[in-house]
Nanobody, 131 residues
């Protein structure tokens, strides 16, 4: 059974940092890419960042480029999202998702999408950034 479990959300002041974690199990890690999405109240889900597990290739949405960093520990089947310089508009539920690995362009498409192409999803973790 495929499982994606997010953790690390919480309340932080603007300008602060949080690190989200995604624990993955039930599939061959290197055959997949992992993407983070978020959904703010009343808004559509949007892509945040993605990483291809086999070689660490990454992609970011323009809204988080330079502030967020996605990384992985393949030995532990873990993916992380380091979020720095947080802004109130980063407040959202953050979701970890998995899709079959493809060329790097796929990652760039995912972070511009609402996640409809992803195969598996976690239940999410809430990030609240206060002003």
């Amino acid at each position: 059974e495929v499982q994606l479990v997010e953790s690390g959300g919480g309340l932080v002041q603007a300008g602060g940092s949080l690190r989200l974690s995604c624990a993955a199990s039930g599939f061959i890690f290197e055959d997949y890419s992992i993407a983070w999405f978020r959904q703010a109240p009343g808004k559509d889900r949007e892509g945040v960042a993605a990483i291809r597990m086999r070689d660490g290739t990454t992609a970011y949405a323009s809204a988080v480029q330079g502030r967020f960093t996605v990384s992985s520990d393949n030995a532990k089947n873990m993916v992380y999202l380091q979020m720095d310089s947080l802004k109130p508009e980063d407040t959202a539920h953050y979701y970890c998702s998995a899709g079959r690995a493809g060329p790097p362009v796929i990652l760039r498409l995912w972070v511009k999408s609402d996640g409809g192409a992803m195969d598996y999803w976690g239940k999410g973790t809430l990030v609240t950034v206060s002003s």
